[in-house]
């Protein structure tokens, strides 16, 4: 592929055809990455309607805003739009749009499958969300069996959440196996591992490790839907079936899932520090290899989830050191960010502001989780809102901060124009006070009170009224904050400043291509020297500008 | 919540040392940050310095990290070993449960907890145990996943159909114990609540002679009534 002799990029015009049926019919990684990354956007206004409509429903005590039953939909929905229709799909967007510009490839080894992938995302959207024609899950974040069995919930409503979550599931597989064929295969010349940026090694770690949880889930999921409509006993007790079995396969996969979405941010904030900061990053091997860690053991770490089930002492103490276990890469990661801005001259633009955002979220969230860790404590804390709390303080901070820092660092590359800083500001200082008005309560409210999760309501003389009211203001504080964002995109589009195909001065590839860049991504497979090429080129740039400038100057009759 | 069980003591301790450990990391964190941002924004002519951590500062690093989660790690296991310990009932406890925990079957179900007693006397929703004995709660469930929380008595714990699951405590004082079911369980789930009585053993005693009368009386009434042709 990357010959001396020159490619055959176009033979003939293409047929010029409308603009959206040519973005849905193209397998071009950009093209298949920028409907991801909109999609998500849009699903994440969903989830943050959803979230909205249950925080008011538990303002007050006792409150008959929503009915139990709406009010589980929304949990339901909101658990599948958040997680399989935005985190996700956010993050694995990113990803298949920058990875291959990153390592210098000039499209990706198995396009099609990409396509297909987008595609299935697409049909798992709409099934989730066509089952609102009958009606919707009523099972839970997590549809635990034996709830999500057709003897508790007869409707259609676990059928549609399955196989929705199960296409879109489906649909990420494709595109990891795509992404990793991509990475392993179609690196420009000289881009060994050891100079692959840091964004795109996160993406082949994801990739890899949808790769291992994501037919888990699919594995589940098929289980769910053969013992609601073809007699099947997995999960059904009494006839040799395990309730506990979907509660193993499930955790592996949400918590697989949930050490992606802080990969996906952890290795953006890696890649927009040392821009940001002029200074390369710390340690480039003890970063991505704290990822590779972080995507081992946290996955293994599923049964933290599990430590109030019937399981032996054994497995309790075996999630607990996985769980803990993750305090070393994930201080190390969070050790050589912050190291690499010591020293630095950080300009404090929106991309970094989101960036040091997330990385206080992610703190916040994770400091928590190393209680929930500790076996007694979880015995406690397991199920009380101070795990919606830490659960939201990390995936919020990886998802929304870290996925907005991607966002606002990359939109000039995705579209050609810059977002408004201004707003961009806003934004961020509204969700950041926000985030801390809408959890710090349920903080509280779960260590000293005990206030159940997923509940549609809480008595009255519990002691958690205050606390309820003020995270209920939070979360339309954050809700705005983050509207804020979604606007500034939409106006940015077609508004925003114009940008330069090097926004940012940045180190890697993907600033060498045009913004947005040309459907072929580089006319000519970039020679890569180090693991900065994009400053190797603008040195490159410099001394032959100073070249010509002195033979120019030489040349000059002297007066 | 104040802890009334030696089992929630260590709990409670534990939660402490956990809040600690988990303040220790956020705020040196966001410590950091703050510093960072504060002292290295850019200004005009000032020149980032090019450097990159060596090896040996990473291995400092991972080795601080490391002797911070072992330290973790064997205080959990220590106080989750404490607390695990099943009490003996004490000199105020009931007679019949010195040598052997008095245990109570309990059983989850969409959205109420039933509690069967040793003399086949039943309640719903309200457990009445004896102070200062050490009570054995042997939790079923016989439809969906629920979980069993009384904070104040002892750690939650999953009743899963088809399993069974413990949870042990010695309540120290007498007064009314309030929990509510922890796992998602379907449409009331909000309203699945419990509540434990604490009282003496002797009222224990008349409380479940009395209920396995009342019982009795009501099971007779309706036989009677069936006998009679009458429906119920």
């Given at each position: 592929?990357?010959?001396?002799?020159?490619?055959?990029?176009?033979d003939?015009?293409?047929r010029?055809?409308?603009?959206?049926?040519a973005?849905?019919?193209?397998?071009d990684?950009?093209?298949?990455?920028?409907?991801?990354?909109?999609?998500a956007?849009?699903?994440?206004?969903i989830?943050?309607?959803e979230?909205?409509?249950?925080?008011l429903?538990?303002?007050?005590?006792?409150?008959?805003l929503?009915?139990p039953?709406?009010?589980?939909?929304?949990?339901?929905?909101?658990?599948?739009?958040?997680?399989?229709?935005?985190?996700?799909?956010?993050?694995?967007?990113?990803?298949y749009?920058?990875?291959?510009?990153?390592?210098?490839?000039?499209?990706?080894?198995?396009?099609?499958?990409?396509?297909?992938g987008?595609?299935?995302?697409?049909?798992g959207?709409?099934?989730?969300?066509?089952?609102f024609?009958?009606?919707?899950?009523?099972?839970?974040?997590?549809?635990?069996?034996?709830?999500?069995?057709?003897?508790?919930?007869?409707?259609?409503g676990?059928?549609?959440?399955?196989?929705?979550?199960?296409?879109?599931?489906l649909g990420?597989?494709?595109?990891?196996?795509?992404l990793?064929a991509?990475?392993?295969r179609?690196?420009?010349?000289g881009?060994?591992?050891?100079?692959?940026?840091?964004?795109?090694?996160?993406?082949?770690?994801?990739?890899?490790?949808?790769l291992v949880?994501g037919?888990?889930?699919?594995a589940?999921?098929?289980?769910?839907?053969?013992?609601?409509?073809?007699?099947?006993?997995?999960?059904?007790d009494?006839s040799?079936?395990?309730?506990?079995?979907?509660?193993?396969?499930?955790?592996?996969?949400?918590?697989g899932?949930?050490?992606?979405?802080?990969?996906?941010?952890?290795?953006a904030?890696a890649?927009?520090?040392?821009?940001?900061?002029?200074?390369?990053l710390?340690n480039r091997?003890?970063?991505?290899?704290?990822?590779?860690?972080i995507a081992?053991?946290g996955?293994?770490a599923?049964?933290?989830?599990?430590?109030?089930?019937?399981?032996?002492i054994?497995?309790?103490?075996?999630?607990?050191?996985?769980?803990?276990?993750?305090?070393?890469?994930?201080?190390?990661?969070?050790?050589?960010?912050?190291?690499t801005?010591?020293?630095g001259?950080?300009?404090m633009?929106?991309?970094?502001?989101?960036?040091?955002?997330?990385?206080?979220?992610?703190?916040i969230?994770?400091?928590s989780?190393?209680?929930?860790?500790?076996v007694?404590?979880?015995?406690?804390?397991?199920?009380?809102?101070?795990?919606?709390?830490?659960?939201?303080?990390?995936?919020?901070?990886?998802?929304?901060?870290?996925?907005?820092?991607?966002?606002?660092?990359?939109?000039?590359?995705?579209?050609?124009?810059?977002?408004?800083?201004?707003?961009?500001?806003?934004?961020?200082?509204?969700?950041?006070?926000?985030?801390?008005?809408?959890?710090?309560?349920?903080?509280?409210?779960?260590?000293?009170?005990?206030?159940?999760?997923?509940?549609?309501?809480?008595?009255?003389?519990?002691?958690?009224?205050?606390?309820?009211?003020?995270?209920?203001?939070g979360?339309f504080?954050?809700?705005?904050?983050?509207?804020?964002?979604?606007?500034?995109?939409?106006l940015?589009?077609?508004?925003?400043?114009r940008?330069?195909h090097?926004?940012?001065?940045?180190?890697?590839?993907e600033?060498?291509?045009?913004?947005?860049?040309?459907?072929h991504?580089?006319?000519v497979?970039?020679?890569?020297?180090?693991?900065?090429?994009?400053?190797?080129?603008?040195?490159?740039?410099?001394?032959?500008?100073?070249?010509?400038?002195?033979?120019?100057?030489e040349?000059?009759?002297?007066? | 919540?104040?802890?009334?069980?030696?089992?929630t003591?260590?709990?409670?301790?534990?939660?402490?040392?956990?809040?600690?450990?988990?303040?220790?990391?956020?705020v040196?964190?966001?410590?950091?940050?703050?510093?960072?941002?504060h002292?290295?924004?850019?200004?005009r002519?000032?020149?980032?310095?090019?450097?990159?951590?060596?090896?040996?500062?990473?291995?400092?690093?991972?080795?601080?990290?490391?002797?911070?989660?072992?330290?973790?790690?064997?205080?959990?296991?220590?106080?989750t070993?404490?607390?695990?310990?099943?009490?003996?009932?004490?000199?105020?406890g009931?007679?019949?449960?010195?040598?052997?925990?008095?245990?109570?079957?309990?059983?989850?179900?969409?959205?109420?907890?039933?509690y069967?007693?040793?003399?086949?006397?039943?309640s719903?929703?309200?457990?009445?145990?004896?102070?200062?004995?050490?009570?054995?709660?042997?939790?079923?469930?016989?439809?969906?996943?629920?979980?069993?929380?009384?904070p104040?008595?002892?750690?939650k714990?999953?009743?899963?159909?088809?399993?069974?699951?413990?949870?042990v405590?010695?309540?120290?004082?007498?007064?009314v114990y309030?929990g509510?079911?922890?796992?998602?369980?379907?449409?009331?789930?909000?309203?699945?609540?419990?509540?434990?009585?604490?009282?003496?053993?002797?009222?224990?005693?008349?409380?479940?002679?009395?209920?396995?009368?009342?019982?009795q009386?009501?099971?007779?009434?309706?036989?009677g009534?069936?006998?009679?042709g009458?429906?119920?």
């Open positions: 592929m990357n010959g001396t002799s020159p490619e055959v990029v176009v003939g015009f293409p010029r055809r409308p603009r959206w049926i973005i849905a019919t193209s397998a990684h950009k093209d298949v990455g920028r409907v991801m990354i909109v999609g956007l849009g699903f994440l206004f989830a943050v309607v979230l909205l409509l249950m925080r429903q538990l303002a007050v005590p006792e409150n008959s929503l009915t039953v709406t009010f589980n939909r929304m949990l339901s929905l909101y658990g599948a739009t958040a997680i399989f229709l935005f985190a996700i799909p956010l993050a694995f967007g990113l990803f749009y920058l990875a291959p510009l990153q390592v210098g490839a000039r499209g990706t080894a198995l396009p099609r499958l990409g396509q297909i987008l595609w299935l995302y697409i049909a959207a709409t099934v989730l969300y066509a089952g024609l009958f009606t919707p899950s009523e099972a839970g974040v997590n549809p635990l069996a034996p709830l999500s069995e057709l003897a508790f919930l007869p409707n259609n676990v059928d549609a959440w399955a196989a929705a979550n199960g296409l879109a599931t990420f597989v494709l595109i990891a196996i795509n990793v991509t990475l392993r179609m690196r420009a010349p881009m060994a591992w050891r100079r692959v940026p840091v964004f795109a090694w996160a993406a082949a770690i994801c990739s890899w490790l949808m949880i037919p888990v889930m699919l589940a999921i098929s289980m769910l839907l053969i013992d609601r409509n073809f007699d099947g006993i997995f999960f059904a009494g040799g079936g395990a309730p506990l079995l979907w509660e193993h396969l499930s955790w592996i996969f949400y918590t899932a949930y050490m992606l979405i802080l990969i996906t941010a952890l290795g904030i890649e927009i520090i040392p821009v940001f900061a002029h200074k390369p710390f091997a003890a970063v991505t290899g704290s990822l590779v860690a081992v053991i996955t293994l599923w049964m933290q989830n599990m430590l109030t089930s019937p399981i032996g054994g497995w309790m103490y075996f999630a607990m050191v996985m769980s803990l276990a993750l305090i070393v890469p994930f201080g190390l990661v969070i050790f050589n960010l912050i190291a801005m010591i020293g001259t950080l300009q633009r929106a991309p970094l502001l989101f960036s040091l955002g997330a990385i206080s979220a992610i703190s969230g994770l400091g989780e190393i209680s929930h860790s500790m007694a404590v979880a015995w406690r804390l397991h199920n009380t809102t101070d795990a919606t709390a830490a659960t939201h303080f990390a995936l919020i901070g990886g998802s929304v901060f870290g996925g907005f820092a991607a966002l606002h660092y990359w939109f000039p590359k995705l579209t050609g124009r810059t977002m408004g800083e201004t707003l961009a500001r806003l934004s961020f200082w509204t969700m950041a006070i926000g985030i801390l008005v809408a959890f710090v309560p349920l903080f509280l409210a779960g260590t000293d009170h005990g206030q159940v999760v997923d509940a549609y309501k809480f008595f009255s003389g519990t002691g958690v009224s205050a606390e309820n009211l003020i995270a209920t203001i979360t504080i954050l809700a705005t904050g983050i509207l804020l964002t979604l606007i500034n995109a939409i940015s589009r077609t508004n925003g400043a940008a330069g090097d926004q940012w001065g940045g180190n890697t590839l600033w060498f291509a045009l913004s947005p860049p040309e459907p991504n580089f006319d497979p970039p020679d890569v020297r180090s693991d900065q090429p994009m400053r190797d080129i603008r040195e490159a740039i410099a001394n032959r500008t100073r070249r010509d400038e002195r033979a120019a100057r040349t000059q009759p002297v007066a | 919540m104040a802890p009334h069980s030696p089992g003591d260590q709990i409670d301790t534990l939660l402490w040392i956990g809040f600690v450990a988990a303040t220790i990391v956020i040196a964190i966001n410590v950091a940050l703050i510093y960072a941002v002292c290295y924004r850019g200004s002519g000032a020149e980032p310095r090019q450097i990159r951590g060596g090896r040996r500062t990473q291995f400092r690093a991972a080795a601080g990290l490391t002797v911070f989660a072992v330290a973790i790690f064997v205080v959990s296991v220590i106080y070993g404490k607390a695990r310990e099943t009490p003996t009932t004490g000199p105020a009931l007679a019949s449960a010195r040598s052997a925990p008095l245990k109570i079957e309990t059983t989850g179900q969409q959205w109420l907890w039933r069967d007693y040793p003399n086949e006397a039943f719903y929703y309200k457990l009445v145990v004896p102070v200062d004995t050490t009570v054995e709660l042997d939790l079923v469930s016989t439809d969906v996943i629920h979980t069993w929380d009384v104040q008595l002892a750690g714990r999953d009743a899963v159909p088809g399993k069974t699951n413990h949870v405590f010695r309540a120290d004082e007498e007064g309030h509510q079911a922890a796992t998602f369980s379907g449409q009331a789930y909000g309203a699945m609540r419990t509540e434990v009585d604490v009282v003496s053993p002797q009222e224990y005693e008349d409380f479940i002679k009395r209920q396995k009368t009342d019982i009386a009501a099971q007779d009434r309706v036989v009534l069936i006998e009679k009458e429906v119920p």
